[in-house]
Nanobody, 124 residues
């Protein structure tokens, strides 16, 4: 099992930026990939995007394409989520995900390991 520790959430004004980090603990992460989801109050958890660990190839959900960017640092076992041009509707708890067996997809059920979540609040 992979332990994930997230950081970087907080309060930001609309139009601002944040960078979230998620570190996988233990030995070098040699899994399939990592990714990000978010969940706003009263809504289902939504896929943001993922990154294939070996190639660095990224893929995104339609709702945030162009504003959010996922990257990784293999030496630090860490995946990042850069949030730009933030809007109040981006307010949510952001969750990191990591898989060692299968690719993370748009479905929550595809995720093998979850982080604890970090709150992002965007004020208008």
């Amino acid at each position: 099992q992979v332990q994930l520790v997230e950081s970087g959430g907080g309060l930001v004004q609309a139009g601002g930026s944040l960078r979230l980090s998620c570190a996988a603990s233990g030995r070098t992460f040699g899994g399939v990939g990592m990714g990000w989801f978010r969940q706003a109050p009263g809504k289902e958890r939504e896929f943001i995007g993922g990154i294939m660990w070996s190639s660095g190839r990224t893929y995104y959900g339609d709702s945030v394409k162009g504003r959010f960017t996922i990257s990784r640092d293999g030496a630090k076992n860490t995946v990042y989520l850069q949030l730009n041009s933030l809007k109040p509707e981006d307010t949510a708890v952001y969750y990191c995900a990591a898989n060692t067996v299968a690719t993370i997809t748009h479905f929550q059920s595809s995720v093998e390991n979850w982080g604890q979540g970090t709150q992002v609040t965007v004020s208008s």
